[in-house]
């Protein structure tokens, strides 16, 4: 989808250096997808507060790598 939008150059260059992006459009599309993620995991630990889970990070981590066959 083609738009035009009147964007801070300084921001987009600085968006650019930080993602690691080649272009604007990568750095812009980046930076959506990583603020729609942060939003998700937001409403998660929202959905979680108060609940009685509780959290090892360290055996979350190793259950990643396993599931990832990245062994322990």
């Known amino acids: 989808m083609r738009t035009t939008v009147d964007l801070d150059r300084s921001l987009l260059e600085r968006a650019k ?3 690691g992006t ?5 750095a ?16 998660l630990l929202d ?5 009685d ?3 090892d990070l360290d055996a979350l981590l190793s259950y990643r790598r396993l599931e990832h ?3 322990p």
């Not at 080649?22 to 990568?26: D, K, N, V």
């Not at 599309?29 to 939003?39: H, Q």
């Not at 959905?47 to 609940?51: C, I, K, N, V, W």
């Open 22 to 26: 080649a272009t604007y459009r990568e």
């Open 69 to 71: 066959g990245h062994g």
């Open 47 to 51: 959905q979680l507060e108060g609940s």
């Open 28 to 43: 812009i599309t980046r930076a959506l997808e990583e603020a729609v993620s942060r939003a998700d995991l937001r409403r």
């Open 17 to 19: 250096k930080a993602l």
């Open 53 to 55: 889970a509780t959290w």
